[in-house]
């Protein structure tokens, strides 16, 4: 009796896991991700590749790191350049996108979009001529790059605003300008705050790059160049999965404070 009620027990709580558009529970899926974490965590400990650093070299990896190297005043500083870079790109993404209310200036948001296509192989010369430290350098870079990525998002998100939308604040009472303030500022910035939240992982993967080409300030990206070159292999992945843990902190993050200053952005939404 007892085998049979926890089969159909078991098969009730797996049913929703195996059908199309199915919402399971919040316990359920926590426990589905825990339970596959500790199977690719088995796997790495008991069956490790040739080629892959084992799970007990990388711990000992992240432990020398963080005790000798100085793993996180380097991961501080590179998390604090990081931020700097993404506000900086916020404040002109979100200008140059607003701009596209007014026609004359949609070519520029155009422009601005497209260049996402450059690589900053060449630019970091040009913007080494026109400044005068690293530091400033290692910021327009990864501002550049962010801000490319934002605006062709942002600019989405605007450009997405239907005309019944227009048409409600105008029946209100709003003029040009006002229906402009509360239906594509205001009424998008939950949208907005989204876009930011899925660009800021373009920033980490710049700054690896940056932080290897201007040493002089360290960071985290620096640290991972040091291990690669001398294929401390188990350094590599300890830094990369370190790099991962605080992005996947910021997603998290980002989602709070979504949750916290627009409640109502998820309502419609498939839960």
Same mark, same amino acid.
């Given at each position: 009796m007892s085998m049979t009620f926890y089969f159909f027990n078991s098969?009730?709580?797996?049913?929703?896991?195996?059908?199309?558009?199915?919402?399971?529970?919040?316990?359920?899926?926590?426990a589905l991700v825990a339970g596959q974490v500790l199977t690719l965590l088995a796997l790495w400990l008991f069956?490790?590749?040739?080629?892959?650093?084992?799970?007990?070299?990388?711990?000992?990896?992240?432990?020398d790191l963080i005790t000798t190297q100085g793993l996180l005043p380097e991961l501080w500083a590179?998390?604090?350049?990081?931020?700097?870079?993404?506000?900086i790109a916020t404040v002109l993404a979100l200008f140059i996108s607003?701009?596209?209310a007014l026609p004359f200036f949609r070519p520029l948001a155009f422009a601005a979009s497209k260049l996402r296509y450059l690589t900053l192989t060449g630019l970091t010369f040009f913007m080494a001529l026109l400044l005068s430290?690293?530091?400033? +350098?290692? #910021?327009? &870079?990864? !501002?550049?790059?962010?801000?490319?990525?934002?605006v062709t998002g942002m600019t989405r998100v605007i450009l997405s605003t239907t005309q019944e939308e227009l048409d409600h604040a105008r029946t209100l009472g709003l003029g040009e300008w006002g229906s402009f303030w509360e239906?594509?500022?205001?009424?998008?910035?939950?949208?907005?705050?989204?876009?930011?939240r899925q660009n800021f992982a373009i920033i980490w993967t710049l700054i690896t790059l940056v932080e290897t080409l201007y040493q002089s300030e360290g960071g985290i990206g620096l640290l991972l160049y040091?291990?690669?070159?001398?294929?401390?292999?188990?350094?590599?992945?300890?830094?990369?999965? +370190?790099? #991962?843990? &605080?992005? !996947?902190?910021?997603?998290?993050?980002?989602?709070?404070?979504r949750r916290v200053f627009f409640p109502y952005a998820?309502?419609?939404?498939?839960?």
């Open positions: 098969t009730l709580i797996m049913s929703p896991l195996f059908t199309p558009n199915a919402h399971p529970r919040r316990a359920t899926l926590a069956y490790p590749l040739q080629l892959f650093p084992s799970l007990g070299e990388v711990f000992r990896a992240l432990g590179s998390l604090l350049t990081a931020l700097q870079a993404l506000g607003y701009l596209t430290s690293g530091h400033q +350098v290692k #910021l327009s &870079v990864l !501002v550049f790059g962010a801000t490319v990525y934002l239906v594509v500022v205001r009424g998008k910035l939950a949208d907005m705050l989204e876009v930011v040091k291990q690669n070159r001398y294929l401390h292999l188990d350094g590599v992945v300890a830094i990369q999965l +370190v790099i #991962l843990a &605080v992005g !996947v902190a910021q997603d998290y993050g980002f989602e709070a404070l998820g309502l419609g939404v498939a839960a």
